[in-house]
């Protein structure tokens, strides 16, 4: 089919609905798609009322050409009269070891659109029907599921903004006779003839034999992504409902129940998990890791403390509960023990600074802990046997026994400062004061306040 800058504003290349954005941003790398793209949209504004339009040039520096590349789409701009800026990026060196360099390089360049995106407005990317076929027999080779044999959406939420592909619809040949007919240039990336690449393997070796045989591959696709899509909103549908009975706020934070999710089938427990990461953007995973999260986390004998990593954030179990916390595990940092004897100026200041927090006087406080000038005081961490007994009981309790009915997660006890006055224990964190070391009505209290911000244990002022 004929490729003209008209068919943008059509059903299929769907920028119609957005005629009236603030912006349209256009990712130029140099290639014949995206400078197809480009000249399209130039000629579109012709004859259309259109947003103003501007270029977003990402520069990986991994080709030699690449600061070439970047000058040339820069001139073409200058040309067309059309607003220009260029990043360059840098990629992850973890992200390249665990997902490969196409990957990272993706992760990097989406990242920087993101971050460069307002409200309003639109960033148009060059993929066409050729991509998308790709894209699909890629993710159906690695095992994708329906989410994921959705292939690549023709719009999506980006940041503050949104992302389109106009050129779904269309085959690379029909790009190709464009930019013949309008004497177009580009510029060539040699490692898209490298056949180390899967994309670049399948796009030489695989999709021509079967173009050759099935000549209306790339419309059974764009079939099957469609029924992929609406599948998908089935499943969310169901998701948000089983999600919405199962999962409730804590102290810790929103959870979900292994009980009730126990009372779900499999294929339904794995349907919700994926709703609920997807909801906190956690990187979604694998089939055989959502069987080790069932089997593991779900599934797994109350005393069980499972811990697992998915990317930022991590998961963890507690009293039942399914919880997602973010930031990177700090379980395996090693305790650093303290010790130092009370002056006067420790008293006077009412502060003392600790790794971690500081212990300080706390003003109106109906609790806390005395010190006297020449007191030896220690900060520890559990190492097993410790016993309390805080103001109010009659007996002392072991502090494993207190912890656990204060509820504190598994994972927090090791981590809980404990303070020793004079060789005896005398104040868990900012939890309890061992009868005999709390201060007097009137005289100064002192408490702990960690430098942390756990939602669960931290002081407020």
Not at 11 to 28: C, M, T, Y
Not at 53 to 71: C, E, F, R
Not at 370 to 393: I, S, Y
Not at 431 to 437: A, D, H, M, Y
Request: hydrophobic share 40%.
């Amino acid at each position: 089919m004929q490729f003209s800058h008209q068919q943008l504003v059509t059903s299929a290349g769907a920028l119609k609905p957005h005629l009236k954005a603030s912006k349209w941003w256009v990712a130029v790398s140099g290639g014949l798609d995206s400078m197809s793209l480009l000249h399209a949209l130039v000629k579109l504004q012709e004859d259309h009322v259109c947003p103003p339009l501007g270029v977003i040039h990402i520069n990986h520096s991994l080709q030699l050409q690449a600061d070439h590349w970047q000058h040339d789409v820069e001139k073409k701009c200058q040309q067309y009269g059309v607003g220009y800026i260029s990043h360059k990026v840098t990629l992850s060196p973890l992200e390249q070891q665990q997902f490969g360099l196409e990957a990272a390089a993706r992760n990097a360049r989406y990242e920087s659109f993101k971050q460069h995106l307002k409200v309003g407005e639109v960033l148009l990317l060059g993929q066409h029907a050729d991509d998308q076929s790709e894209t699909l027999f890629l993710r159906l080779l690695r095992g994708a599921g329906v989410n994921g044999l959705r292939a690549m959406p023709q719009q999506r939420q980006l940041g503050l903004g949104c992302l389109v592909r106009p050129l779904l619809h269309v085959r690379q040949t029909d790009l190709y006779a464009y930019a013949q007919a309008h004497n177009l240039t580009w510029n060539e990336d040699p490692s898209n003839q490298s056949h180390d690449f899967d994309r670049n393997y399948l796009r030489h070796q695989v999709m021509p034999w079967l173009r050759n045989r099935w000549p209306a591959l790339d419309q059974q696709v764009a079939k099957v992504t469609s029924l992929m899509t609406d599948t998908q909103v089935l499943l969310d549908e169901v998701a948000a409902i089983d999600f919405k009975l199962i999962h409730r706020e804590t102290e810790l934070g929103g959870c979900i129940s292994c009980a009730d999710m126990q009372t779900l089938s499999q294929p339904r427990r794995y349907n919700v998990l994926r709703y609920w990461l997807h909801l906190q953007n956690v990187p979604m995973p694998d089939y055989a890791v959502m069987q080790t999260i069932d089997k593991d986390f779900i599934l797994s004998a109350a005393d069980r403390q499972p811990y697992m990593q998915l990317g930022g954030w991590c998961l963890r179990r507690h009293r039942g509960d399914l919880l997602l916390m973010l930031g990177a595990d700090q379980s395996e940092k090693t305790a650093v023990n303290w010790s130092g004897s009370i002056d006067p100026k420790a008293l006077s200041a009412g502060l003392i600074s600790l790794p971690e927090g500081v212990l300080r006087i706390v003003e109106g406080a109906e609790w806390g802990l005395f010190l006297a000038q020449g007191d030896f005081l220690e900060r520890r961490f559990r190492v097993g046997g410790e016993r309390c007994k805080p103001l109010g009981r009659n007996h002392s309790q072991s502090l494993k026994k207190l912890l656990q009915e204060a509820r504190v997660p598994a994972w927090e006890r090791d981590k809980l400062p404990l303070f020793y006055v004079n060789g005896r224990l005398a104040m868990v964190a900012d939890l309890w004061v061992n009868f005999g070391f709390e201060a007097a009505i009137g005289a100064p209290a002192w408490g702990w306040k960690t430098a942390t911000k756990n939602k669960a244990f931290d002081c407020s002022d």
